[in-house]
């Protein structure tokens, strides 16, 4: 997908504030005349060379490497200069007005990455790592998110649009030549094939959520009755006092947030009011606020105190939890009970978990981490080929699934084999969305438009 592009593109690719060493880095037809104008002659290809960093106006601002990468083998595949000076800010915006009056423009967010999209250097989802790994809050996310920009999610895309053009190719050629005893596919084959296609898909899907999942994390709410240990909990799953702990109930009247990454998995875990009937307005608001929040929780844990077991107030809780998000039952202070940390599936499935977050030291705290994990989808050590995923990813794997599966069908009730076809097709252009040979001008506005400046 390369397309021309006529002008060049400067910006600065170091983070804000002062360092030791900041960066301008050119891309663009222009970036030979930029690094005259600042930095003299062009210095030999990928070789660093000290250079005297000049202003717009042609004062020594400067001293720095200047190294130049000519197209094709550069991030963009076009000509790309990096300045590579002192980190002040005023040394870097004063590089970089020079290279604008040389005839570059600022670029804008992401537009490097975009441009080596377009020039064929990345596929969609390669350059979606390079942000995700920017960004990746922990080291399995990293590693993740670096698999994903040598290609791994990429090749497995790819693995699945090779079996699917396979049967896409062999199907047409027997709708073509349908007048010709030449059997190209029995119904049989296309059925056993296309259900293959199904299976692979799927595992793919399972793949690309246990991505997403180390990308953007889980959003933990924990809820239960007034004063049975929720600001305790969140306290120990944060390691610090983020939330006041005190033996009068109703002590939390607002949501408390923190952002925590456990066992490379990143966490929002919410501390919400205690629930329960109450004649205080603030407390009143509390306590809907607290509703809202398990509506949008993505796993929650309902706490009781084990001392008392279940009461039918909170059976009565528990019944009003919104029944497509999965709950963990945690029976806490264990210790004031005598009895023993532990883990039990109920009749119904739900994971009951005895644990005590105020012991000194707790007890339990392993078993919930897991559990989390396992509600993650994340349950083990993670894969040596994971790569990360957006939701943008799954949202085109599932409507590719729902494609394949409906192929399946009309190929199991023997329909015309032309609406088979329509399906395969329309799933081949779902998993295209995903490397991008078939995207709309806007879906690429909005992806690298998120990226930072200068990547």
């Not at 593109?9 to 050119?26: F, K, L, N, S």
């Not at 601002?61 to 200069?81: K, R």
């Not at 105190?305 to 009003?320: E, K, N």
Request: hydrophobic share 45%.
């Amino acid at each position: 997908m390369k397309r021309p592009v006529a002008d060049t593109i400067a910006a600065i690719a170091t983070p804000p504030g002062r360092g030791a060493i900041g960066m301008v880095r050119v891309s663009g037809p222009l970036a030979w005349a930029v690094c005259e104008h600042i930095a003299g002659r062009l210095p030999p290809p990928r070789q660093a060379v000290l250079r005297n960093f000049r202003d717009a106006a042609g004062e020594r601002i400067d001293q720095g490497l200047a190294l130049y990468f000519p197209a094709p083998h550069s991030y963009t595949g076009e000509d790309v200069l990096e300045l590579q000076g002192h980190g002040g800010p005023l040394l870097l915006d004063l590089l970089l007005q020079s290279a604008c009056a040389a005839g570059a423009r600022l670029a804008r967010p992401g537009e490097f990455s975009e441009r080596a999209f377009l020039n064929g250097r990345l596929d969609l989802a390669q350059a979606e790592g390079v942000a995700d790994l920017i960004d990746a809050s922990s080291r399995a996310a990293a590693r993740a998110a670096l698999h994903s920009l040598q290609g791994e999610f990429s090749r497995r895309v790819q693995g699945l649009l090779d079996e699917l053009i396979a049967v896409r190719a062999d199907l047409e050629a027997a709708l073509d030549f349908a007048d010709e005893d030449v059997p190209w596919i029995t119904p049989q084959t296309l059925h056993d094939r296309t259900a293959g296609l199904v299976e692979i898909c799927g595992d793919l899907i399972k793949e690309a959520a246990q991505g997403r999942r180390l990308r953007e994390g889980l959003t933990v709410a924990i809820a239960g009755q007034p004063n049975v240990g929720k600001s305790t909990l969140l306290n120990r799953l944060a390691g610090a006092e983020a939330a006041i702990v005190s033996p009068h109930a109703g002590t939390t009247r607002d949501l408390l947030r923190e952002h925590i990454v456990a066992d490379g998995l990143p966490l929002t875990v919410i501390d919400t009011a205690g629930l329960r009937d109450t004649a205080d307005p603030v407390e009143q608001e509390g306590v809907r606020r607290a509703w809202a929040a398990l509506e949008k929780a993505e796993l929650i844990l309902f706490l009781a105190d084990d001392r008392d077991g279940l009461t039918d107030a909170d059976q009565r809780l528990l019944a009003r939890l919104p029944a497509d998000v999965e709950t963990l039952l945690l029976f806490n202070k264990c210790d004031l009970s005598g009895r023993a940390p532990g883990r039990e599936t109920t009749p119904g499935g739900r994971v009951r978990l005895r644990l005590s977050a105020g012991a000194e030291p707790p007890q339990g705290m392993d078993l919930l981490a897991a559990e989390i994990k396992r509600a993650a989808g994340l349950s083990g050590a993670p894969a040596e080929g994971l790569f990360t995923a957006r939701a943008r990813h799954l949202d085109a794997l599932h409507r590719a699934q729902a494609a394949l599966r409906l192929a399946r069908a009309h190929g199991a009730r023997n329909t015309a084999p032309e609406l088979i076809a329509e399906e395969l097709r329309l799933a081949q252009q779902a998993l295209d969305e995903i490397t991008g040979r078939f995207s709309s001008e806007d879906l690429l506005g909005r992806i690298f438009s998120s990226f930072c400046i200068g990547k």
